[in-house]
Nanobody
Framework: QVELVESGGGSVQTGGSLRLSCAAS????????MAWFRQAAGNEREGVAA????????YYAESVKGRFSISQDNAKNTLFLQMNSLKPEDTALYYC????????????????????WGQGTQVTVSS
């Protein structure tokens, strides 16, 4: 059974930084995709970034390019999201998710590609 546990959320002011972590346990597959999604109050869940463990390809939503960075530790059991230059519109509940194959290219942001989800960690950015 795969379990994903997010941490690192909190409250920061505009322009601040946070680093989210997602600890994964259980076997996923030899090559898989891990991603961050977020859901703001009243909005649908949206893809933020994704990372393919095979090859290290990364994918980002246009709204976070140049500000956020997704990575994985060498042991391949923790996913990170470094968030810099945070804006109030980044306020959301951030989820970690995994897809048991390489990231599905241009449709990496579609929720139904991901089989396992964490419970989320709240990020609040004040102006």
């Amino acid at each position: 059974q795969v379990e994903l546990v997010e941490s690192g959320g909190g409250s920061v002011q505009t322009g601040g930084s946070l680093r989210l972590s997602c600890a994964a346990s259980g076997y996923i597959s030899d090559s898989y995709c891990m991603a961050w999604f977020r859901q703001a109050a009243g909005n649908e869940r949206e893809g933020v970034a994704a990372f393919s463990t095979s090859g290290g390809s990364t994918y980002y939503a246009e709204s976070v390019k140049g500000r956020f960075s997704i990575s994985q530790d060498n042991a391949k059991n923790t996913l990170f999201l470094q968030m810099n230059s945070l804006k109030p519109e980044d306020t959301a509940l951030y989820y970690c998710a995994t897809h048991p194959f390489v990231c599905p290219g241009d449709i990496w942001y579609k929720q139904n590609n991901y089989a396992y989800w964490g419970q989320g960690t709240q990020v609040t950015v004040s102006s």
